[in-house]
């Protein structure tokens, strides 16, 4: 049975080829808007609310990876776009992959940026206690850990506003949608199908990322047949509220490389 999709909440800004965002747990298309003036003048960059984040319809948890992945699909339809570029942070970087998976020919380049794969039995036995804990617990509880894990301390005491701002978008998530979303992440494992997915690749995340590090990166990047891989200095999970100008450069780089025409 084929999932039903949701028709997501999205905005477009910039002239170019078409560059689909996508954010990831807790967050929104807000998430992208450090970066996308750094890009819409060469891209048509168009981020959209996952279901059950954003402005974008809410149905009942449970979400599946699937779900996500047609509402792209449906999203790509509803703007007729052929082919794309295709982004993602985080969970972001797992549901442009499996798309690319799914939709091959309507994929020109994919961003797997802060994503995680290859994980041994030890980081999923930690992602999977986070959820475990905010269960138990309660998500605000276990926000703290959250925060140390995503950005650097310097940033959190030089930009506290951004942090409760992101804190705050978490506990006014549903927390049936935001768990659930957790699990697809904390339950997705990509290695088995990484080498499937053809597109030229941009494999991207922070040096000190806890969750995401340097260390599976690599094996993405290995994995894929046409990849190439960039790590930031000193940056953590979030760097696209801490650090879009510095990821916009390696990106724009990559995308210029790999135009279509």
């Not at 477009?12 to 967050?27: K, R, S, T």
């Not at 808007?33 to 996952?50: K, V």
């Not at 799914?102 to 995680?116: D, E, F, I, N, R």
Request: glycine content about 8%; aromatic content about 6%; proline content about 8%.
């Amino acid at each position: 049975m084929m999932p039903d999709p949701v028709r997501s909440a999205f905005s477009v800004e910039g002239e170019g080829e078409p560059l689909f965002l996508i954010h990831g747990i807790g967050a929104s298309r807000a998430s992208f808007a450090g970066l996308i003036p750094l890009l819409r003048s060469q891209y048509r960059c168009i981020s959209y609310d996952l279901r059950g984040h954003g402005a974008s319809p809410v149905p009942k948890p449970p979400y599946t990876l699937d779900d996500l992945v047609e509402d792209l699909e449906a999203l790509r339809k509803e703007l007729g776009i052929e082919r794309a570029h295709v982004a993602g942070h985080s969970l972001g970087g797992m549901i442009g992959p499996a798309y690319a998976r799914k939709y091959p020919q309507h994929v020109l380049t994919l961003g797997l940026w802060s994503t995680a794969a290859f994980r041994t039995g030890d980081d999923s036995a930690k992602v999977r206690g986070v959820v475990a804990a905010m269960r138990s617990k309660g998500i605000p509880q276990v926000l703290e850990t959250l925060r140390d894990r995503w950005f650097t301390p310097e940033f959190a005491e030089r930009r506290p506003d951004v942090i409760t701002r992101r804190m705050q978008q978490v506990i006014d998530t549903d927390p049936e949608v935001f768990l659930s979303v957790f699990d697809i992440y904390a339950e997705t494992e990509m290695s088995p199908w990484l080498h499937e997915v053809k597109h030229p690749c941009l494999v991207l995340t922070g040096e000190n990322d806890g969750g995401c590090n340097p260390r599976l990166n690599r094996q993405i990047a290995a994995a894929l047949p046409d990849a190439e891989l960039v790590i930031l200095p000193v940056l953590r999970h979030a760097i696209l509220l801490e650090a879009a100008g510095q990821v916009a450069p390696p990106v724009l780089d990559f995308l210029q490389r790999h135009r279509s025409s």
